[in-house]
């Protein structure tokens, strides 16, 4: 779990309601070679939704415009519920 999102979990549960996220988890600091980027909107969300918070976001909607980031930037996002889907996806034992 990237060190932005599991800093967010005791912040929220220490009543913090704001984040600084962005989609698709874009971003990063051009003077900090390496620098991972930003916390990733739909993660966030994930988790948090995940928790019971209510964010009052539809994630699969964000989730639907995150999506397209790739083709419209040219290069891949580091967002992992994009790739992956939610947790609560199932996939088939029918193999």
Known sequence: MPLGISASRPAANAGIDR????LGG???CPYAPGASGNICT??????FQRMGYD???????LLGVAR?????????VPGQVI???TSERRYSTNL
Not at 55 to 61: F, G, I, K, Q
Not at 68 to 76: K, M, N, R, V
């Open 19 to 22: 984040f600084d996220v962005s």
């Open 26 to 28: 874009l971003g990063g």
């Open 42 to 47: 739909g993660d966030l969300v994930h988790m």
């Open 55 to 61: 964010t009052s976001v539809d994630l699969e909607r």
């Open 68 to 76: 397209d980031l790739p083709a419209l930037i040219g290069h891949d």
């Open 83 to 85: 790739k992956a889907g």
